[in-house]
Each structure stands twice: as C-alpha cells, then as structure tokens.
C-alpha cells in the first residue's frame, strides 16, 4: 500500500499521446474550414469593393460633368477631350484614355476608371419648339456592357445670338 501511495504523490495527470494527436487533428480540420470560409469571404469583398468602386466613380463622373456643364460658359471637343471654360477664365478639362477618364482642373486631378467608346455634342430642341437645349452624349462601358450619359443645358437666346455671324 506504501507503493501505490508513493506512485500517487509522484504522478502528473496529462494526456496521452493518442488523445494529443485527436486533438491536433480536430484543430488543424477547424483551421482548414476557417481558412477556406476567410478565403471566400475575402473574395466576396474584393468582388464587392470592385464593383462599390465603379458606382462610385460613375457617380462622380456625372456629379462632375453636370456641375461643370451648368456653371461654366462654354463647352468644346476635340478627339477625345472636353474642355469647359468658366465665367471667370477658369477651365476644366475631360481627358478621355482607353482605360479611364482624367478629369484636370487648376486645383487637383481626378481619375474615373470608366472606358469612353464615343463623345457626342447636338443641339436638340423642346417638345413644344420653343427651347433649345445642347445635348452632351458619352457612350461608355460600364461592366462590360455599352451604356449612354445623356446631359442637356439650355442655350439661352442671347447665345445664339452671339453665335450668328454679322453681315
């Protein structure tokens, strides 16, 4: 009985080689399903910024293009640039690459990753004759899909009768 109580004293309770290699195996397939569960997540998110990314350079691109065309003068094309000059002199400029489109005014540089296919400028009038606009037309990709922005400002008559060349 002396043994047995000495074998007591000098024991350490642990576990077994076994019940430790059961243990590594539960958290190693734990950690595969986590990574595999993290890996699609981070993908999803990619996916999403990716796209949250695009909305939101579309929606600049219109902000900037509809403020630029109402509080400026006047509106000019060339191949693939517009240029608006303000009442003041200032000037802003539409720079429209393969890939993207930069936006140049004196203050800062913008870029918005949207693909231009064709920039259209007409003169369109009212439903009822009595109102000329000038219709701004950008067909851009957007997603891989071809997509039009339309934007109109009123030509007011005394524009138009800067424009009529005196005999």
């Known amino acids: 009985m002396s043994k047995a ?4 004293n000098n024991s350490v309770p642990a576990f ?5 290699l059961v243990g590594m195996a539960i958290t190693a397939i734990i950690m595969g399903i986590l990574f595999a569960i993290f890996s699609i997540i981070t993908e999803r998110m990619i996916d999403f ?4 990314q695009l909305v939101n350079d579309l929606n600049r ?6 403020k630029d065309i109402f509080e400026k003068e006047k509106m000019d094309r060339t191949d693939n640039e517009l240029s608006f000059k303000g009442y003041a002199g200032e000037q802003v400029h539409y720079n429209f690459q393969e890939d993207y489109t930069i936006r140049t ?3 800062f540089i913008d ?4 693909q231009l296919k064709q920039i259209v400028i007409d003169t ?3 439903k009822s ?5 000038l219709k701004l037309k950008l067909n851009v990709t957007i997603n891989e899909k071809e997509s039009s922005l339309s934007f109109y400002k009123r030509v007011y008559a005394n524009e138009l009768l800067q424009k009529t060349p005196k005999p």
């Open 5 to 8: 109580i000495l074998n007591r």
């Open 16 to 20: 077994s080689i076994v019940e430790t």
């Open 49 to 52: 910024r990716n796209q949250n």
């Open 61 to 66: 691109l219109t902000y900037s293009l509809n």
């Open 105 to 107: 005014n004196e203050t």
């Open 111 to 114: 870029t918005f990753k949207i």
């Open 124 to 126: 369109v009038k009212s």
């Open 129 to 133: 004759k009595q109102l000329l606009f």
